[in-house]
């Protein structure tokens, strides 16, 4: 059994992969102040509600944008698994060139989404992520990674409403049935969800423009990206939300 780790700002996806497929997923929160020995005892407990133990697990790899937790995490792996985990970076064989200035600025949230979306979708390709911020990455028609958008993330904008005005309060995210609201949540939940629609399909059409490929395949991924679908947004081509484990079980065949 492969382990796959997606190390986000908020969340930890975790994949197990048998006879190269995942069969299991988990999600557990990005806590800074647990320790290695608190993260194995959660893995180990994960394991076992699938019937596994550690010495099932013969390999793992790892993409994170919380350096800050890296070490705790290797140590974790070293222990409870007796494992040196793959750490993904442009500097692994990635299956594709990626041109960006500086290379090691580049996400490997971002990295594994364009692996995976290249794999399964082809070329050219342009992958939206909606996470903790939102992400355009274009895959050019030669396959490479070429370059992309980073824009606000929607969670991260509705907090930034309720911290800067001290009358707006917290709101669920999720569409109001008309654009024009007649409370102060509706008003919010608007500016947010069809506010965010129109930022997205904008810079997707300003992207389609720029690069002039008549074939760009649009993904959505993330876990805000079926609430600018329901939103009424028609432009993606497809929405993946295992994409980014995907890439990484992609990408531990090609590096182990």
Not at 66 to 87: D, G, K
Not at 211 to 235: D, H, W
């Amino acid at each position: 059994m492969i382990l796959l780790l997606d190390v986000g700002n908020s969340n930890i996806k975790i994949g197990a992969v048998s006879n190269d497929k995942i069969v299991k997923t988990w999600r557990i929160a990005t806590d800074l102040s647990k320790t290695a020995d608190e993260f194995g005892l959660v893995f180990i407990e994960l394991l076992e509600s699938i019937g596994k133990k550690a010495k099932d697990v013969s390999g793992i790899i790892i993409s994170s944008v919380a350096p800050s937790l890296n070490y705790t995490i290797e140590h974790m792996c070293e222990y409870y698994f007796n494992l040196s985990p793959i750490m993904v970076s442009h500097k692994i064989n990635l299956g594709m060139n990626i041109i960006y200035s500086p290379p090691q600025d580049l996400g490997t949230d971002r990295i594994v989404n364009c692996v995976a979306a290249k794999q399964k979708y082809g070329y050219p390709c342009l992958i939206v992520d909606f996470g903790s911020a939102t992400t355009f990455n274009l895959i050019s028609n030669k396959g490479d990674f070429i370059g992309g958008v980073i824009a606000p993330g929607i969670k991260s904008s509705a907090e930034a409403l309720t911290n800067t005005a001290a009358k707006l309060p917290r709101i669920e995210l999720s569409t109001p049935s008309s654009v024009v609201g007649i409370s102060t949540v509706t008003n919010m939940q608007s500016g947010v969800i069809y506010g965010f629609r129109g930022l997205v399909e904008g810079i997707i059409s300003l992207i389609k423009k720029e690069c002039g490929y008549s074939k760009l395949k649009v993904v959505a991924t993330g876990g805000m990206s079926e609430i600018i679908v329901a939103g009424g947004s028609t432009i993606f081509d497809t929405i993946d939300r295992t994409l980014s484990l995907e890439g990484l079980k992609y990408l531990y065949k090609l590096n182990k």
